[in-house]
């Protein structure tokens, strides 16, 4: 590795690091969101379930779910880290700062929406990864696939549930509204012909990607899919 | 000497140098023109000070002019104050109202301590530059301008970035006192121009190295920098110094 010097532990290899791991968590949602909104074909969550299996058995996206998860921990481990120094950067606080002034409160609250983020994210595995990946999905739908769809529908009856996945959907929209450029900018991939097209893009996307998996328990605890 | 008929309530910070713990002050003035300049605001209020046998308070300034860099002031919770694009001395107290309570703190950042009251060391900017924020010229008769064509869009995107006047007030502003602004509008200058090809893998990794040495924050995209900067210094700056220090760290051959 000689030659590379601080290439990571820099500043700005730092950001490098955020950045391109918020793109992969990036790519990673639609994936997620693409999958699971199968359940709005309102099936009994039979094509979802073929989703589900596909997911859970082939070792291409087994051994890509290792290499999510270690994206996810850099994502965190170096978001505490800058966080961390960003804090000893100014030891002393200002009286009076004006931050709405210059700058969106989501892009200063990063920290704090990814921190409520990670709660949900330990909620959210608790739910379903776990059951799915090792304390067993209980029953089979009618083409024989371990039914994930009857986990969802039994964990959305509670709306003390529905209500913290809502809210983690809306921290997650803002997450993104920031993230989503704020990578582009990170990674240099700045032009004054694309930027327009890279904030609209990051826009439509946080709004959509919330807005699915927002859906998806208010959907099943309405019954308005069965 | 102020014929105006403002008056304003300050809370200045007051501290006596770095070692000692600093308070914010208040102070009474009566009298103040809506025509003067923030500074010449300060002045009535010094000599006020100095009439009463106080001391006066220290604060940075130079040319007065908007072009030195040297004012700072953290005024209100922004630096060189509400209006966008000026220094604190092109700021004037019409942009206040009668009765207005102002806040004034210096530069906040651990890599600017603070010198006295509203004055803070900004040499780390200084160190930043030395570490490769210039290019290298062998010595002989100056070759004719024109034998180095520049791109009109090249020449205006240096020209912008070299507006910079190292106030600092980026990284003031800065949720993480970080001063990529600063050092990716410095880098970016020479970066642009033919000029400072030779040396443009070298010197991104070298200012970039000072600047985290120096202790600043890192860089989180908020924008608040390019919003107060008061010479407009562009975020494209900072996109440019990302792209060259992956150059040169994953592709140039050089090594630093």
């Known amino acids: 590795m000689s030659g590379f010097g601080n290439a990571f532990s820099s500043s700005i290899g730092k950001k490098f690091i955020m950045g391109a791991t918020g793109i992969f968590l990036i790519l990673f949602l639609i994936v997620h969101a693409g999958i699971n909104a199968l359940i709005f074909l309102d099936d009994q969550g039979l094509t979802f379930n073929i989703g589900a299996h596909f997911m859970a058995t082939n070792w291409i996206i087994r051994a890509g779910e290792v290499v999510l998860m270690l994206g996810l921990l850099a994502h965190i481990f170096q978001a505490l880290r800058l966080t961390l120094q960003n804090q000893k950067a100014r030891p002393v606080k200002y009286a009076e700062y004006d931050g709405k002034a210059n ?66 959907m809306v921290s997650l929209c803002y997450h993104l509204l920031h993230g989503f450029a704020s990578a582009f900018q990170t990674m240099g991939w700045n032009h004054s012909k694309y930027n327009g097209i890279i904030k609209g893009a990051g826009v439509w996307y946080s709004i959509i990607i919330s807005i699915v998996f927002a859906a998806m328990p208010i959907a099943i605890y309405f019954g308005i899919i069965q | 000497m102020s014929t105006g008929n403002m008056n304003l309530t300050l809370k200045v910070w007051r501290q006596k140098n770095n070692n000692t713990k600093g308070a914010l002050v208040d102070y009474k003035l009566a009298g103040i023109s809506p025509d003067m300049s923030f500074l010449e ?66 530069w906040r950042a651990a890599a600017f301590p603070v010198v006295k009251d509203l004055t803070v060391d900004r040499s780390a900017f200084d160190r930043v530059i030395a570490a490769g924020g210039f290019i290298s010229v062998n010595t002989g008769n100056a070759q004719d301008a024109n ?42 200058q020479l970066a642009l121009l033919p000029q400072g090809q030779p040396e443009r893998y070298r010197r991104v990794q070298s200012m970039v190295a000072q600047m985290d040495a120096e202790g600043f924050g890192n860089c989180t995209n908020t924008g608040a920098c390019e919003a107060e900067c008061p010479k407009g210094i562009s975020l494209e700056n900072i996109a440019r110094m990302n792209r060259d220090f992956a150059s040169a760290k994953f592709i140039s051959e050089e090594t630093v």
């Not at chain 1, 709660?119 to 379903?128: A, E, G, P, T």
């Not at chain 2, 106080?54 to 004012?71: A, N, Q, S, T, Y």
């Not at chain 2, 700021?91 to 102002?102: C, E, V």
């Open chain 2, 41 to 106: 605001m300060f002045d009535v209020l010094n000599e006020d000070l100095i009439t009463k046998g106080e001391e006066p308070v220290v604060f940075d300034h130079d040319c007065r002019e908007g072009i030195c860099g040297m004012c700072s002031m953290f005024i209100n919770g922004r630096p060189h104050g509400p209006k966008d694009l000026v220094t604190t001395c092109q700021l004037h107290m019409r942009s206040f109202k009668d009765g207005d309570t102002i806040v004034v703190e210096p």
């Open chain 1, 103 to 168: 700058s969106k409160w989501y892009s200063r609250s990063m920290g704090l929406l990814g921190t409520l983020l990670l709660i949900f994210l330990v909620v959210h595995l608790k739910d379903f990864w776990v059951v799915s990946r090792f304390t067993g999905i209980p029953t089979v739908d009618a083409n024989g696939h371990e039914d994930l769809y009857a986990v969802m529908k039994i964990k959305f009856q509670e709306p003390l549930r529905v209500g913290v996945y809502v809210l983690a």
């Open chain 2, 147 to 188: 034998n180095l064509p520049i791109p009109k869009m090249q020449a205006d995107a240096a020209f912008e970035a070299a507006a910079c006047i190292g106030c600092g007030a980026c990284v003031a502003t800065c949720k993480n006192a970080s001063a990529m602004l600063f050092v990716s509008a410095k880098i970016s």
